[in-house]
């Protein structure tokens, strides 16, 4: 399976920006898709997971919206009311059904080259 994000891109605290996520190869609608992201210096994070149901992390609750469309095999993730503390690399990644505890970030198979987000003050 190949991941591909765009939309990252720098923009002011209290915007928005849209990320997009392309897969390709063996995908099912079943798969578990999910967002981490990566600011310099820390470890990688949880942000959003999308299957039956959506899961977030509790710092972009209520703010970023994770969603899928199988038709077109991609996922996005809506991003609104940026703070400068959600600037990191923005990852995709694909985890088969079944796999695990989606906030882990072990059990995700694919992975995708990462877009930056960069929010500023």
């Known amino acids: 399976v190949q991941l591909v994000e765009s939309g990252g891109g720098l923009v002011q605290a209290g915007g928005s920006l849209r990320l997009s996520c392309a897969a390709s190869g063996r995908t099912f609608g079943s798969d578990v898709m999910g967002w981490f992201r990566q600011a310099p210096g820390k470890e990688r994070e949880f942000v959003a997971a999308?299957?039956?149901?959506?899961f977030y992390a509790d710092s972009v609750k209520g703010r970023f919206t994770i969603s899928r469309d199988n038709a077109k095999n991609t996922v996005y993730l809506q991003m609104n009311s940026l703070k400068p503390e959600d600037t990191a690399v923005y990852y995709c990644a694909r985890a088969r059904s079944g796999s695990g505890v989606v906030y882990y970030s072990r059990v995700y198979d694919s992975w995708g080259q990462g877009t930056q987000v960069t929010v500023s003050s």
């Open positions: 999308i299957q039956w149901s959506t």
